[in-house]
């Protein structure tokens, strides 16, 4: 059975609020359900619901994708298809991640 960790939270400058996550995924050739990664929003009808933006994979790093979450709630976890995704504390962006570059949809 696939399962997926959350195991950073970075903060990136922009002119809205936007994080980059990287999510480890076991095992590593599992299919993600990109659309399925989400934070409900209480109240509000799901398409206002916030998805993955820009998911790609961690090179040399098994099993490791990030991608781009915008008005991430850090005190909530994420939903997936596989279940509930508690969230670390926010870190800078790693060295590892720095490949990756924000543009605004």
């Given at each position: 059975?696939?399962?997926?960790?959350?195991?950073?939270?970075?903060?990136?400058?922009?002119?809205?609020?936007?994080?980059?996550?990287?999510?480890?995924?076991?095992?590593?050739?599992?299919?993600?359900?990109?659309?399925?990664?989400?934070?409900?929003?209480?109240?509000?009808?799901?398409?206002?619901?916030?998805?993955?933006?820009?998911?790609?994979?961690?090179?040399?790093?098994?099993?490791?994708?990030?991608?781009?979450?915008?008005?991430?709630?850090?005190?909530?976890?994420?939903?997936?298809?596989?279940?509930?995704?508690?969230?670390p504390?926010?870190?800078?962006?790693p060295?590892?991640?720095?490949?990756?570059?924000?543009?605004?949809?």
């Amino acid at each position: 059975m696939a399962s997926m960790r959350v195991i950073g939270v970075h903060p990136i400058a922009a002119r809205e609020p936007v994080h980059l996550i990287e999510l480890e995924v076991e095992p590593s050739q599992a299919d993600v359900e990109w659309g399925a990664i989400t934070q409900p929003l209480n109240g509000r009808d799901q398409s206002f619901w916030q998805v993955p933006y820009d998911e790609r994979q961690v090179p040399n790093a098994k099993g490791h994708w990030c991608f781009f979450f915008h008005y991430l709630d850090g005190a909530r976890p994420l939903s997936s298809a596989l279940g509930d995704l508690p969230l670390p504390a926010e870190t800078p962006v790693p060295d590892r991640l720095r490949f990756v570059q924000y543009e605004e949809p």
